[in-house]
Structure formats: C-alpha cells, structure tokens
C-alpha cells in the first residue's frame, strides 16, 4: 500500500538545468494532478491528468510539462529551471479525495 | 475557477481550547474537501462534504457545511499537540470538475 510515490525528495538545480519530477500511483486511480506549494500561496494546480492519454494546464503551467505514460506514472518536467520555480512539489491522485505524494523539495540557485 | 477564502490565516491556542477555521465562497459549492498537512509533511484528506447543511464528526473534529453551500468550517474540540499543522478546504474548480482549488489554509499552532 504505498499509495502515491515521488522521486526525487530533494533537489537543487542551477538555473537553466533541467530535470523530471516522477510520480507513480498503485491506487488504480484514474486522475492525477501535479500542484506546486510556496509560503502564503497555498496549493496551486500546475498540471492534471484526467485519464490515461490525456493532460490538461492548470492555474500555472509557465515553464512546465508533463507526461502521462501510463495509468500508474505521471512525471512533471522542468526543461530550463528558473529560480522562480524554487517550490515543493506534490503529485497527488484521485478517485475523490486526493492522495498526496511526500514531496519534492526543489531548491533552483 | 472557485476562489475561497480561509479565515484565520493563523491560529494559536492553548492546549485544551477549542479551535475553529472558517471557508466563505462568493458562490454556491457543489461540495467541499478540507485536507491537514503537518509541518514538512504533506496534504491529508479529511473528509468531503456535499449536502446542503451537511454536519460530519471525526472523533474530536466537527466539519459544516452551510445551508446555502457558500461555507464551511471545521471545529476541533479541545485540542491536542498533535492537531499541530494546516488545515485546507477546497472545493472543486467548477461544475463538475474534479480538480480541487485549495485555500490559503489555517496554520494551527498548539501551545502546551
């Protein structure tokens, strides 16, 4: 029961790097949603997966893209990270309530 | 998409006092998630709330959701070091939407 896994944990990147955000769910769900979280902003939608084969932007897509290879793996890439997408990372899948990956802690110097 | 404001932005209480957050919308909720995060940790679900009225208890935590479907809030009973964190509603974007827009949350802070 592992519910909704993220990888990296932490990451520092240098401007202009780029780097993948993996998410993966054993939950059989058929959603997923990529949100972004900075001090006073809340929780902010970058990107969601409806179904297998399908993505859609969310509230602040800017500066990413997203995958859904398959029922299970939804990965968030940065291509050329700014410092402004310094932010923790959560992937989160769901039925009806959200299951929340722990995070990713991403630092952009 | 729906835009909901969480009041207060901040809480601290001593250990044993009761705590409220409040969630007002402009407009009707189809319905309502409320999530707690513990510091460093990530968003839990709690519970969701659909009808017009609607009243959920979860042990020591009482989630409302207004007649009208425009608020909500959760009471905690006589709180506990362990209710620490912050607490989120959210509702969904629109009409039939599953993606949720969260609050800015009410960060709780237990004073023992």
């Known amino acids: 029961n592992a519910g909704v896994t993220q990888t990296p944990k932490f990451q520092v990147l240098k401007t202009g790097q780029s780097m993948t955000l993996q998410c993966a769910q054993d939950?059989?769900?058929?959603?997923m949603y990529w949100y972004r979280q900075d001090p006073g902003m809340g929780l902010r939608l970058i990107y969601y997966?409806?179904?297998?084969?399908?993505?859609d932007k969310g509230e602040v897509p800017n500066g990413y893209n997203v995958s859904r290879l398959n029922k299970r793996e939804f990965s968030l890439r940065l291509e050329s990270a700014a410092p402004s997408q310094t932010s923790v990372y959560f992937c989160a899948s769901s039925r009806s309530g959200y299951t929340f990956g722990s995070g990713t802690r991403l630092t952009v110097v | 998409g729906q835009q909901v404001m969480q009041i207060p932005q901040y809480q601290h209480v001593q250990e044993g006092e009761d705590f409220t957050t409040y969630c007002n919308s402009s407009t009707t909720l189809s319905n309502i998630q409320w999530y707690k995060q513990r510091p460093g940790g990530h968003p839990v679900f709690l519970i969701q709330l659909v009808k017009s009225g609607e009243v959920k208890k979860q042990k020591r935590l009482t989630f409302q959701f207004g007649e009208a479907k425009k608020n909500s809030s959760l009471h905690i009973t006589a709180t506990q070091t362990t209710d620490v964190g912050t607490y989120f509603c959210?509702?969904?974007?629109?009409?039939?939407?599953?993606?949720?827009?969260f609050g800015k949350g009410t960060k709780l802070s237990v004073i023992p």
């Open positions: 939950m059989n769900h058929n959603s």
């Open positions: 997966s409806a179904s297998e084969g399908t993505t």
């Open positions: 959210a509702p969904p974007q629109g009409a039939g939407s599953y993606q949720l827009t």
